[in-house]
């Protein structure tokens, strides 16, 4: 991660404590004190945005921070950084909003970004500052597995010792699609039934999935991808649709200055026991003849979503 110079990260800081203490909704009193809570970027270290944490004296909610979130993008670089050091169970938290948020919206960004599968719940609580009601939420991300989060970061580690990274961009993703149709076999079991067991077929989608247990569906395969990508410093993110007509998840990953999609469930042959390489590293502007996006966002909508996020200005 490269990381601006002080002077400049000063003043950018400087800059927004002088604009953010004039509209902070959260009232200076004697009874409370703030302290910057910073959201710095995912890639260059550039600071993104301002909140405020307020440690509560006599509130009900003894002992947790009260957020204050200006848009969507707060809430997303927040929760980013808790899922980086996240071990077990749900990510609980409470914030202030400085307009409605659409949930619906988030959860479809935060299934493109996150490494782990799960969904956001908003609770609206009140609380008294000062006398005055003031409407705040509680935050819960909850998990949609049970998997061993340190289990999957050990063997993500072993997984990234084997990529020989003195190779080009396109050679160091091929070895991470070979070592995936290597190491893993698609879960036709669970797919069949997933109607049938929704717990087990969020088990099969999950990266724990695949690069530990070495049998998972479409979204574990483009969730274990995107984790062993991210690591290795390439932006990446999953998207979701349908591909030969059934429903499909696979990623966009940004190298050479443009981004790529990337299919490693559909590339795994399994009855030859080998790689395909049809679906490796195309071009956004080349559609996919099977592959739709039919779930929510358009490829236009996703580009945007992952140029903001990791800061690109372009494609």
Same mark, same amino acid.
Request: glycine fraction near 4%; aromatic fraction near 12%.
């Given at each position: 991660?490269?990381y601006?110079?002080?002077?400049k *990260?000063f003043l950018?800081?400087l800059?927004?404590?002088?604009l953010?203490?004039?509209t902070?909704?959260?009232h200076? !009193?004697?009874?409370?004190?703030?302290?910057?809570f910073l959201a &710095?970027?995912?890639?260059?270290?550039?600071?993104l945005?301002?909140?405020?944490?307020t440690? !509560?004296?006599?509130?009900?909610?003894v002992?947790n921070p009260?957020?204050f %979130?200006?848009d *969507?993008?707060d809430?997303?670089?927040?929760?980013? *950084?808790?899922?980086? @050091? $996240?071990?077990s169970?749900?990510?609980?938290?409470?914030?202030?909003?400085?307009?409605?948020?659409?949930?619906n919206m988030?959860?479809? =960004?935060l299934e493109a970004?996150?490494?782990l599968?799960g969904?956001?719940?908003q609770t609206?609580l009140?609380i008294?500052?000062d006398?005055? #009601?003031t409407?705040?939420?509680?935050? /819960? %991300? @909850?998990?949609?597995?049970?998997?061993? *989060?340190?289990?999957?970061?050990q063997e993500?580690?072993?997984?990234l010792?084997?990529i020989d990274?003195?190779q080009?961009?396109?050679e160091?993703?091929?070895?991470?699609h070979?070592l995936?149709i /290597?190491?893993?076999i =698609? +879960?036709t079991?669970?797919?069949l039934?997933r109607s049938? +067991?929704?717990a087990?077929?969020?088990q #099969?989608s999950s990266? $724990?999935?695949?690069?530990v #247990?070495?049998?998972?569906?479409?979204?574990?395969?483009?969730k274990?991808?995107?984790?062993?990508a991210?690591k290795l410093? =390439?932006p990446?993110i999953t998207?979701?649709?349908?591909?030969?007509?059934?429903d499909?998840v696979?990623n966009? &990953?940004y190298i050479e200055?443009q981004? =790529?999609?990337?299919? &490693?469930?559909l590339? +795994?042959?399994?009855v030859l026991?080998q790689a395909?390489?049809q679906?490796f590293l195309?071009? @956004?502007h080349?559609?996919?003849a099977?592959?739709v996006?039919?779930?929510?966002?358009t490829m236009?909508?996703y580009?945007a979503l992952a140029n903001? %996020?990791?800061?690109?200005n372009n494609h």
């Amino acid at each position: 991660m490269g990381y601006p110079n002080r002077k400049k *990260q000063f003043l950018s800081l400087l800059c927004l404590l002088l604009l953010t203490s004039c509209t902070t909704i959260i009232h200076p !009193s004697s009874h409370f004190t703030s302290r910057p809570f910073l959201a &710095v970027h995912k890639r260059s270290g550039e600071v993104l945005h301002l909140a405020y944490e307020t440690p !509560s004296l006599n509130w009900q909610l003894v002992s947790n921070p009260i957020l204050f %979130f200006n848009d *969507q993008w707060d809430l997303i670089y927040y929760l980013d *950084q808790k899922l980086s @050091v $996240y071990n077990s169970g749900p990510i609980t938290f409470y914030g202030i909003l400085s307009k409605e948020l659409d949930l619906n919206m988030v959860n479809l =960004y935060l299934e493109a970004l996150m490494p782990l599968n799960g969904h956001l719940t908003q609770t609206p609580l009140a609380i008294n500052i000062d006398g005055q #009601a003031t409407l705040i939420y509680q935050f /819960e %991300f @909850v998990r949609h597995d049970n998997d061993d *989060q340190k289990t999957l970061n050990q063997e993500v580690d072993r997984f990234l010792k084997k990529i020989d990274m003195t190779q080009s961009d396109r050679e160091i993703l091929k070895q991470v699609h070979d070592l995936l149709i /290597e190491s893993v076999i =698609y +879960d036709t079991g669970t797919y069949l039934l997933r109607s049938e +067991d929704n717990a087990k077929s969020w088990q #099969a989608s999950s990266p $724990y999935a695949a690069l530990v #247990a070495g049998q998972a569906m479409c979204t574990g395969y483009a969730k274990a991808f995107a984790i062993l990508a991210d690591k290795l410093g =390439y932006p990446v993110i999953t998207i979701r649709g349908s591909a030969k007509g059934v429903d499909h998840v696979w990623n966009l &990953v940004y190298i050479e200055n443009q981004w =790529y999609q990337m299919d &490693v469930t559909l590339d +795994d042959n399994d009855v030859l026991q080998q790689a395909d390489y049809q679906y490796f590293l195309i071009p @956004v502007h080349k559609n996919l003849a099977d592959h739709v996006l039919d779930y929510g966002l358009t490829m236009s909508e996703y580009l945007a979503l992952a140029n903001q %996020f990791y800061g690109l200005n372009n494609h």
